[in-house]
């Protein structure tokens, strides 16, 4: 029997096993208590939305956390929701899932439709500082392999959601195409919805260099 594999907008992963162990480290990181790395929360939603109960999303997801839940002696993941309410979930449920949520391929659309105008941006900012940077947070010098170009505030999540509300985008399943052959990736079918969502985003995106993995 062929392994199934767990798709995330960012990263695969060729088993289930595979991305439990990815997840059960990334939660072993943290002190209870701890709030997660901006790559590590980026990672961790998009595998949020594999969860079969959108409720624990709620009204938007403002940060992750590790602690422990009140019914067990075991820590978990945690959500801050952005009107202050919080919620444990459990990474294996969102592993397990059989398939990405439609809510999931829109994300995973938006993000795609952006990715090459910030890949270019990251390449013209190295070329003209010379092929080295100072990481935004701690001031080191850094090269664009160890660099990334992420969203400060708001994150690329927010700007998702508020560009759905904003523009009154009921998602549906025709607004986006799956993988096939020689593409790897969901993307917009819809190009109208694909130039809006890249001008919304040119228009309250703000990106920094930071060295990968920074805490």
Do not use: W
């Amino acid at each position: 029997m062929a392994r199934q594999t767990v798709e995330l907008p960012s990263i695969t992963f060729q088993s289930k096993t595979v991305a439990t162990a990815f997840f059960r480290r990334m939660l072993n990181r943290y002190r209870d208590g701890e709030e997660l790395t901006q790559d590590d929360d980026a990672i961790l939603f998009e595998l949020l939305q594999r969860h079969p109960d959108a409720e624990k999303i709620g009204v938007g997801v403002k940060l992750f956390y590790r602690d422990k839940t009140p019914d067990y002696p075991t820590s978990c993941f945690h959500i801050e929701r952005i009107d202050g309410s919080t919620t444990d979930f459990s990474y294996p449920t969102c592993i397990s899932a059989t398939s990405s949520t439609l809510a999931q391929q829109f994300y995973e659309a938006c993000r795609n439709a952006v990715s090459e105008n910030l890949t270019r941006q990251k390449n013209t900012l190295f070329k003209e500082a010379g092929g080295k940077m100072r990481c935004s947070k701690t001031g080191d010098i850094i090269t664009i392999d160890e660099a990334d170009y992420r969203h400060t505030t708001p994150k690329f999540r927010e700007i998702v959601s508020d560009f759905i509300t904003e523009n009154n985008i009921t998602i549906s399943p025709e607004m986006v195409t799956s993988s096939a052959d020689m593409q790897y990736a969901t993307r917009f079918v819809d190009l109208k919805i694909k130039d809006l969502f890249v001008r919304y985003h040119t228009a309250r995106a703000n990106l920094a260099m930071f060295r990968k993995h920074e805490r």
